[in-house]
């Protein structure tokens, strides 16, 4: 069955599910009840499932995920919205010391199944710590799983999938595509969560994206299109574990490398994706693995975030560079 | 009876709250906590919580001291193993038997404890044999032993962090109770010290607490010193005080006295249990050892003031209560030393015979669900190992390189 929706109207379809699925899942955050959230991804939830499964808490990113923590260790599946990208930090001792630990600390006798929800990444036009891509801070923490989905069916199933997870999940929802509409099959086989997409196929190069960028990297295929080029487009959406074989795969046919995101290119994902495949597919490349992504600097001011964040221009030039080899 | 119990967030709270004193920080006396069992052994009335400690029999009043007694016994032989070379760190409890106890021996079955690295007398109390203690500090495992047996948490390293763990799981608690899956109350004890007192964590835990009235106990045990900074350095008001700012009701005690210690924390879990919410319990103790067998109280503080504390010692006062009673004899004191000592040679043995699992083993607790990389990385290191299987002993590069 197959609906058109917006990214947040499929995240809010797919917690419904979870929520009428399963008595133990509940929602935590702050503002996500009666009011929906500040970007209205849990609207009218309260309402259904009343304010005891849809929970407004108190203001503090350490208690939600500390007692998030502690309702897994008695069973519950809560499933957190950190409100902003840059407010995961007063949390983030407990998801890297607590959460991301716990199963091993017990030797595998205990799990912390917690979602964690994190709205991220720019281009919205905002004020400081509401637009940052922390991704990389997580995957370098090993207990965690993270994914992000791109279009609304893959957002639709893949928090679904996060909350049925017996490990921890953190989901990066990116927030500037929340609007974006697209096609939702509520009743197709769900995808494995901790698996690539090729979204776009092609032979001269490939693109790897994930999240905000996916529509980006698209875009860029399109447009290279027009000058004769064929890209490739990856959509990762898993950025812990990363599936490798499928960027293998496709490297081994087109040769060249393109990785993309947001978070700044120094310590990125970027840069173990080039690594891996660096070593995985060394006689197939014809260029080094390039990457496009943020500059090391914080996230700058609305006014000139353009220039930080990658575009078609930036992706078509890292391809340029690497055709010239 | 003064007591610095501090306010009257409930009707039950303003009857037991016929004074409240504002205590000094770090001070101690009879004038500003509860105390049922001054440092002379000489029971002390309270009408509140004297009736906790008149409902208790003899036996049990001999089953507190043998606990503390054996714990105490238990914590020289970790301290001696540790000396020895047989454990990395140990972490002495001597001291705080009192307060541990006297909160343990409160709990029921049901109830759950989120502790720190220090509770090995509470650990006692949940039936944990203590030489699982050891595999964290042997370097066996990070955890040691299955909470769900006994309802004692892991022990958890980061300062405060377990105290929303406590909060969250008593939030679960009381979500079954309303949703009618369970039908036994029960109540979480989250222990803490004086310097995890200033963490932000312990903060949000009483915020989330009071504010989803979750069944739970936050047991401080202000031992005064947090590693080489004095309470003073924490806190300018006897943390019980703050416990008024939460909307809870916060109790001071001896926490040397485990009759007193016993009576507030059976009032505090049924005031919990009741769906009366969070209380804060402060303890007043003293840290008689080192924060850790690799710490030297020498350095910072001074030997008169850790003798004015042993004059105070909660297993002393305890022993001239029950002699001057006439509730236990001098046979009964030397099966206490029998039972100890039959304690430390049991976890002394069990310590020297602990072997851990193998590394391969750490690949397969980092995820619950499958995990490509861990697998990948897991089947690259067996395939490192094994090719030192043919490779000549002698070669040093073996022994450092693979286990």
Redesign the interface.
Known sequence: MSTTMTMAKAINAGLRATLAGD?KT?LMGEDIGPLGGVYRVTEGLAREFGT?RVVD??L?E??I????????????R?ICEIQFDGFVF?GF??IT??LA???????????V?VVIRIPYGGGIGSIEHHSESPEALFAHT??L?IITPSNPHDAYWMIQQAAA???PVIVFEPKRRYWLKGEVDTAAPARDP?SAQVVREGTDATVVAYGPLVPVALAAANAAAQDGHSLEVIDLRSI?????DTIAASVEKTGRLIVTHEAPTFGGIGGEIAARISERCFYALEAPAMRVGGFHMPYPVARVEEHYLPDIDRILEAFDRALAY | MGVARQPATGPDIVDLADTAGVARPGSIGPTDMVQLLDAQGRRVSDDAFGPYADALDPQTLRGFYKDMAVVRRFDAEATALQRQGELALWVPVIGQEAAQIGSGRALAAADYV?PTYREHGVALTRGLDLADLFKLFRGI???GW???ETNF??Y?L?LA?Q???????????K??L??GLATEPAAVVAYFGDGSSSE??VH??M??AT?FNAPVVFFCQNNEWAISVPFSVQSKVPLANRAAGYGMPGIRVDGNDVLAVHAVTQWALEHARAGKGPVLIEAATYRLGAHTTADDPTKYRPSAEEAAWRARDPLLRLETYLRTEGLADDAFFRQVKDDGDALAAHVRSAALALTG?GFE??F??????A????AEEAAWFAQYAASFEDADPSDSTREGGVA
Request: hydrophobic share 35%.
């Open positions: 008595d509940l005891d808490t108190p503090g350490s208690g995920v500390g007692t998030a923590i502690g309702l897994a260790l008695r069973g519950f809560p007063p001792n407990q010391t607590q630990k716990i199963h091993t600390r017990s030797d595998g006798m205990l799990s199944p090993a207990g799983r997870c017996a490990d901790f812990s574990p990363i599936d490798f | 989120f495992s990070n955890g299955d909470p769900r948490h892991l958890t980061v962090a105290t929303l763990h406590a909060v969250g799981y008593a939030m679960g608690i979500r079954e309303d949703a932000g964590d949000e835990s915020v989330f504010s699992e083993r750490r397969a607790t980092v995820y619950a669900e995990h490509p990389l861990v």
